[in-house]
């Protein structure tokens, strides 16, 4: 990353979509040569990132454990675009230091019974 003089900029990134993180993750990523100098920050209403691609775990007793999501057919003709993004944030975690395993392994299907 290039070395910087001055004080950052800062962007501040409203809501936590998918086209917001996609943003932030453009605007950091260590190729970007404006990167270095930024400073960001993601604002999001809720607890949950995603917006309508987010998706959790249900604790209702009855179906405790199984996967609610908004609905990923908001990805439209994207998934292929949108998997490389997400093997490309796997690939720096994993030069960060951190172990979450191989990105396909992670989005595998489960079964829901």
Request: a positive charge.
């Amino acid at each position: 990353m290039q070395q910087t003089t001055g004080p950052k900029l800062r962007v501040a990134v409203l809501g936590g979509g998918m086209g917001a993180l996609a943003a932030a993750l453009a605007l950091t990523d260590p190729r970007n040569p404006a990167a270095a100098r930024l400073e960001l920050t993601i604002h999001q209403l809720g607890w949950r990132l995603g917006g309508k691609g987010a998706s959790g775990r249900s604790r209702e007793p009855a179906t405790y454990g199984r996967i609610e999501e908004h609905g990923l057919h908001n990805l439209f003709g994207f998934y292929d675009e949108t998997f490389r993004l997400m093997r490309g944030v796997y690939d720096e975690l994993r030069e960060h230091g951190s172990e979450r395993g191989k990105f396909m392994a992670r989005v595998a299907p489960e079964s829901a019974d």
